[in-house]
T-cell receptor, first 108, second 115 residues
């Protein structure tokens, strides 16, 4: 079962930062936080993952709270192509159990 | 990131027939592959996990005799939906893990429609 809670939907203005929150209050010490996104009728796309420290790559930044019970995915300058469902997944080892995700709509 | 392909992209079949879906990791060796199913407006549901050369491990509620999984090589896994019925119509997605990557890389999905 999914161990994360995300808002159902969010809007963001084009060019602004999109901040997507995720709660994972039961996360264990060795569990990573992964973020994926799924554009309609496509397979999920990997965005970023982290364990304790904040992470940044060419797509996004991941901010994990010190107690690791929540995290935020930041898309620094949202574009229309970032409109998708964003999934936050807590994982140790192999299996991914997807929650309902956040449907992000980037508005022109 | 690594690339995973699926074939076919979509398939329409008659009720009672079997359908095979292929999942390939194109540029890395996938020690583990996963199969998911996604119904309209719902999230992905993990069906099974397969390690190369081993029998697949199915999630609770997934019929192993109906959804046959083969992972005979480090770059190929197949899912066969046997005696398909309209309720099996769904979007089937595979993912692969391995080659030094911790994350899973997903294929583009296969849309199955059973008439």
């Amino acid at each position: 079962d999914a161990k994360t809670t995300q808002p159902t939907s969010m809007d963001c203005a084009e060019g602004r930062a999109a901040n997507l929150p995720c709660n994972h209050s039961t996360i264990s010490g060795n569990e990573y936080v992964y973020w994926y996104r799924q554009i309609h009728s496509q397979g999920p796309q990997y965005i970023i993952h982290g364990l304790k420290n904040n992470e940044t790559n060419e797509m996004a930044s991941l901010i994990i709270t010190e107690d690791r019970k929540s995290s935020t995915l930041i898309l620094p300058h949202a574009t229309l192509r970032d409109t998708a469902v964003y999934y936050c997944i807590v994982n140790t080892g192999n299996q991914f159990y997807f929650g309902t995700g956040t449907s992000l709509t980037v508005i022109p | 990131g690594a690339v995973v392909s699926q074939h076919p992209s979509w398939v329409i079949c008659k009720s009672g027939t079997s359908v095979k879906i292929e999942c390939r990791s194109l540029d890395f060796q996938a020690t583990t592959m996963f199969w998911y199913r996604q119904f309209p407006k719902q999230s992905l549901m993990l069906m099974a996990t397969s390690n190369e050369g081993s029998k697949a491990t199915y999630e609770q509620g997934v019929e192993k005799d109906k959804f046959l999984i083969n992972h005979a090589s480090l770059t190929l896994s197949t899912l066969t939906v046997t005696s398909a019925h309209p309720e099996d119509s769904s979007f089937y997605i595979c993912s692969a893990q391995g080659g030094g990557y911790n994350e899973q890389f997903f294929g583009p999905g296969t849309r199955l429609t059973v008439l």
